[in-house]
C-alpha cells in the first residue's frame, strides 16, 4: 500500500486512502463479527449438549432402543442441537446404526460430549452393555462441570467489578470526607 501511495505521489496525481483503509477496517470488523458468531453458536451448542444427553438417557431407561431414542431427542432436543439431531435422524433413515450416527455429529460439531455418547451407544452395540447409565453418568458430570464454572466467572465477576468500585467511589469519598476534614483543620491551624 505504501508503495501504491508512494507512485501516486510521484506521479503527481492524488492518492486516496481512505478506500484501502476503510475496506480494510471493514473486513476486520466482519471477520471479528464472524468469530463472536462462531463462539456463541459454539457456547449454545456446548450448553444445550447435557440435556440432549439426559433426554437420550431416559429415553433408553423407558425402553426405547437406540435408533428410537435418538428419533426422540430429535424432536425435543434444545434449539440449539435440534438441527443437529435432525442430521442424526437422516442418517438413522438412511441406514446408519446409531453409533455411527452420532459420532458423525460429534466430528460435524467437534463437541466432546456427543463423542462420549457415540462412545457408550458403540459399547451398547458392540458388547451389550446398556447405554442408558453412561449417558446418564455422562450429563450429570456436564452439568455439574457447567455449574463450576459458572461459579467460577462469579467469583471473577466480584474482582472485575472490585475495580469500578475503587475508580469511582475511592475519589468520591476523598473529596467528600477527607478533603473537607483537612480543609476543618487548616483552618483551625490558620485562626
Known amino acids: 500500500m505504501l508503495l501504491i501511495a508512494v507512485l501516486g505521489f510521484r506521479t503527481g496525481r ?32 456446548t450448553e444445550a449438549a447435557p440435556a440432549a444427553i439426559d433426554l437420550l438417557s431416559a ?6 432402543n437406540p435408533h428410537l431414542g435418538i428419533l426422540r431427542v430429535a424432536e425435543r432436543c434444545p434449539d440449539a442441537l435440534r438441527a443437529e439431531f ?10 446408519r446404526s446409531p453409533a455411527a450416527a ?25 458388547w451389550g452393555m446398556a447405554p442408558a447409565e453412561a449417558l446418564a453418568a455422562r450429563a450429570k458430570a456436564l452439568r ?19 475495580f469500578p468500585l475503587v475508580i469511582c467511589f475511592l475519589p468520591a469519598f476523598v473529596l467528600l470526607t477527607v478533603l ?10 490558620v485562626s
Do not use: I, W, Y
Open 180 to 189: 473537607p476534614a483537612m480543609a476543618g483543620a487548616l483552618h483551625a491551624l
Open 102 to 126: 452420532m459420532r458423525a455429529a460429534a466430528e460435524r460439531t467437534g463437541l466432546d460430549e456427543l463423542r462420549a455418547a457415540a462412545a457408550a451407544l458403540e459399547a451398547a452395540e458392540r
Open 86 to 95: 435432525g442430521r442424526v435422524a437422516v442418517d438413522l433413515d438412511l441406514g
Open 144 to 162: 455439574s462441570r457447567a455449574r463450576l464454572a459458572a461459579e467460577a466467572d462469579a467469583g471473577r465477576a466480584a474482582v472485575r467489578l472490585a
Open 14 to 45: 492524488p492518492f486516496n486512502l481512505a478506500f484501502p483503509v476503510g475496506g480494510t477496517a471493514t473486513l476486520l470488523v466482519v471477520q471479528l463479527a464472524r468469530r463472536r458468531t462462531k463462539r456463541r453458536q459454539r457456547q449454545a451448542l
Open 59 to 64: 429415553c433408553l431407561l423407558a425402553g426405547l
